[in-house]
């Protein structure tokens, strides 16, 4: 069963994910309940991986934000519109 939880700012993809997340459990435990021993085995090795996948994922999606966010940033103190150079130190 999946054991993290996103949390967004949206309440309906908070919603919808946790309908989809229900979904997934209860149809992973129907699946289960059908399954002998060397296809659980296989189902878990399948999960796994499919674990793995999305880790990578939610880790490449997290580097992609930052390094927007870092961009933004730069670009706001780079633009030559006088807010940051009229600073006096």
Known sequence: MATSIRRT???NAEREYDESLKL????????DAL???KEKDLFE???DCRD???KYTAEDAFVTGFRLGTRMIIE???EDDGFFT???A
């Open 52 to 54: 793995e996948v999305a």
């Open 76 to 78: 706001a103190f780079c």
């Open 35 to 37: 399954l002998g021993e």
């Open 24 to 31: 997934m459990c209860r149809n992973e435990e129907k699946l």
């Open 9 to 11: 700012n949206s309440f």
């Open 86 to 88: 009229d600073i006096e």
């Open 45 to 47: 090795k399948f999960k």
